[in-house]
């Protein structure tokens, strides 16, 4: 009997998952992050290696007849280090989109929107192409991520202190978490060189509790920034399948922001009917797992 190998890589954790023939999983190992831009290539390199060699181990020594890289960071880093691996049968290097992508559509046309820290769009065409779309950082974007929400909050938060727009329970909140409630100070703090792009980012989740009770001004904020990745994700579509697909698409919802039904709602009315939307929730190994079973 063959064996098959993924593994999720990111800049938080990197997980691996050995399946058999059938695609149940025999065994499994977290290790930590991997990204190219924040990890040493030697570092990345043991990291992997020693996990690949215990997973085998574990599993007494079986033979591998195909391995799965999805992987966050360069595409060309992650091609040339496929070629590094020996061993391990045929070897794929993917983007960390893909198995958020075969959860919601299963290798069938439609597509993804997902919404962490940062944000983007994937999809599989008509002909089995995958394609990619945002995951622009959190300088040039990424609509509806968590990043982009405490941007606004931030904003909002601002043009308040400085007398520009209505105190809100949102804006107080903004300056309270940080322990800042004057102009100068507030733009200091985020602008600092010390302060890491994160902490914006760590404002997002005032931003989906205020609009679930009925903020105007976060619900204004989570309505914009979605529907700013909505459109993205309708632009991707029209593109690739039409104005008037001849059935509706599989469209998955990913992350935790999507899962407010402002957020829902938001996504719904701006792709249409010809979108059938479904949330995701198994992890991105499960998607690793069944991207195996169709090799």
């Keep these: 009997m063959t064996f098959k190998i993924g593994i999720d890589g990111g800049g938080t954790k990197t997980e691996f998952i050995l399946v058999d023939a059938s695609g149940a999983s025999v065994a499994r190992r977290t290790a930590a992050g991997c990204s190219p831009s924040l990890t040493a290539r030697a570092d990345i390199h043991r990291l992997i ?59 069938q046309p439609g597509l993804v929107l997902h919404v962490g820290t940062g944000s983007f769009v994937a999809a599989r065409g008509l002909d089995g192409s995958a394609h990619y779309a945002g995951g622009l950082g959190w300088r040039f974007g990424d609509g509806g991520s968590a990043h982009d929400l405490g941007r606004r909050a931030v904003a909002r938060a601002l043009l308040e202190l400085q007398g520009w727009a209505e105190p809100s329970t949102l804006g107080h909140a903004v300056c309270d978490q940080v322990k800042l409630h004057e102009t100068n100070a507030l733009l200091r703090h985020f602008y600092a060189p010390t302060t ?89 190994i499960e998607g690793v797992r069944r991207l195996l079973v169709r090799l």
């Design 196 to 284: 890491p792009p994160g902490a914006v980012a760590e404002l997002a989740p005032l931003v989906t509790q205020y609009a679930a009770a009925h903020s105007p001004e976060a619900a204004a904020i989570l309505t914009d920034s979605v529907r700013e990745h909505a459109q993205l994700a309708l632009t991707v579509s029209q593109r690739l399948f039409g104005l008037s697909p001849v059935q509706p698409l599989p469209t998955g919802l990913s992350g935790v922001i999507l899962q407010s039904p402002l957020a829902q709602r938001t996504i719904a009315e701006s792709l249409g009917s010809a979108h059938q939307l479904k949330f995701i929730t198994d992890p991105p």
């Design 49 to 107: 290696t020693d996990n690949l060699h215990e997973l085998i181990a574990s599993a007494q020594n079986p033979t591998i007849s195909h391995t799965v890289l999805c992987m966050a960071g360069s595409r060309l880093f992650w091609r040339e280090f496929a070629t590094e691996l020996h061993g391990l049968g045929v070897v794929h290097a993917f983007d960390d989109s893909i198995p958020v992508l075969e959860l919601a559509t299963g290798g």
